[in-house]
């Protein structure tokens, strides 16, 4: 399994490999780990690499990971492709926005040809009685709106496309 993060404005590329017996085999950088785990509960476990043991815990929240490692915070903001990469040619591709949940569109709140930002809300989604906010995940145009106010839409289901 190939890992990309980012960290400091510095991706790191990991390729991690199983072993059945002997843990996992980690790749970065041109050089070679020997890692195993284990879980403590479901957040934090105890790594194993190279024979040198650390405590580790991850939480997360809406805008980033916090790492604690043998007590030691590292915040890791979560960001999207384009944040991280900078990258004006990829904010020019259109991007389709489909919901993950089956719900009722209660508000849409842009039209099809508005200029919207990174991060605008375009439609209100009622999911599990719950309002959801579907942002743009970059600035541009709206092209297409599929469904209206009142509508009904399942898993998958196109909301929005923005170029």
Excluded at 16 to 25: F, N, P, S, T, V
Excluded at 132 to 148: A, C, D, L, R, Y
């Amino acid at each position: 399994m190939n890992i990309s993060f980012w960290y400091q404005d510095k991706e790191y590329k990991l390729k991690l490999m199983g072993k059945a017996d002997d843990g996992i085999q980690i790749h970065m950088g041109g050089k070679k780990y020997q890692a195993t785990a284990e879980f403590v509960n479901k957040d934090e476990f105890i790594l194993n690499i190279d024979g040198k043991v650390y405590d580790l815990s991850v939480s997360t929240n809406s805008d980033s990971y916090r790492v604690f490692l043998n007590g030691k915070c590292i915040q890791v903001e979560k960001k999207s492709a384009n944040q991280m990469l900078g990258s004006k040619n990829s904010l020019a591709e259109k991007k389709i926005i489909r919901t993950s949940m089956p719900g009722r569109i209660v508000k849409v709140l842009e039209k099809e040809g508005s200029e919207i930002k990174e991060g605008q809300p375009v439609i209100i989604l009622e999911a599990m009685k719950m309002h959801n906010e579907i942002k743009s995940p970059q600035p541009g145009k709206i092209v297409k709106i599929g469904p209206g106010e009142g509508d009904l839409v399942e898993a998958g289901a196109l909301l929005f496309t923005v170029e």
